[in-house]
């Protein structure tokens, strides 16, 4: 008896664990904005003046013959978030086949005139025909499309080995405990950075942008805990 409440009691845990999962796995997205740092915790060192020097090092504030654009690793650029996306794919068929097949027997070794003396209604003759038409007409269209405008100021984390920049940045604004995030990270070419230090969404690679929110007005627009339970586990 002991064996089979403890057998229980271990599929009321498993059936728990589950449901907990399907409860913050649609979350973990959103968990993961709110915790991460903003700022890396080992940023890189800059490089230390020589003894009796009064030069610091070259940075982006100093620059002798050059721009002030954002080049070296926690200097910031301003992201212009233009992203606009349209698809559209539409098929059309139309096909259609009507056959007409006949045939007449004149002789065939007298058996012929056997056939027709002792079926008067086929007229004196023996005749084979047959028609058949088909058709077929299908149609399809489907288009999908986005739309996001924003700005962005990012931070660069890294300059690979080729000079490009790895770049990551975070905004969140909070109104009447409704929270609203916007993160992007990927990899710039300096030379695509403007005078101004503006550089265009368009022409970062790898790009990953997240705008979502948290509050009152996201859960109202998510359908219930036992909702998305029963079309998970709905077979149909």
Aim: hydrophobic fraction near 35%.
């Amino acid at each position: 008896m002991m064996k089979q409440g403890q057998t229980g009691g271990r599929r009321y845990n498993g059936g728990a664990w589950l449901l907990a999962l399907l409860l913050c796995g649609c979350s973990a997205g959103m968990a993961e904005l709110k915790t991460r740092p903003t700022i890396s915790e080992e940023p890189m060192p800059a490089a230390a003046p020589a003894p009796g020097s009064i030069w610091a090092g070259e940075n982006t504030h100093n620059l002798l013959y050059g721009d002030r654009k954002a080049r070296y690793v926690n200097d910031i650029v301003t992201i212009i978030v233009s992203e606009q996306a349209s698809g559209g794919n539409k098929a059309t068929t139309n096909t259609s086949r009507d056959t007409t097949t006949g045939a007449e027997i004149t002789a065939l070794m007298g058996v012929d005139k056997s056939i027709t003396n002792n079926n008067a209604n086929m007229g004196g003759k023996i005749e084979l025909g047959g028609s058949s038409t088909n058709a077929l007409k299908g149609t399809g269209d489907t288009t999908r499309g986005g739309n996001l405008v924003a700005r962005l100021t990012a931070r660069i984390t890294r300059v690979m080995s080729n000079g490009n920049l790895v770049i990551e940045g975070r905004r969140q604004v909070t109104v009447n405990s409704e929270d609203q995030f916007i993160f992007m990270s990927g990899i710039i070419r300096p030379e695509d950075i403007t005078s101004d230090n503006y550089v265009y969404s368009q022409y970062i690679a790898d790009a990953r942008i997240i705008y979502t929110g948290d509050g009152v007005i996201n859960d109202k627009m998510r359908p219930g805990w036992l909702t998305r339970v029963v079309d998970w586990v709905w077979p149909f």
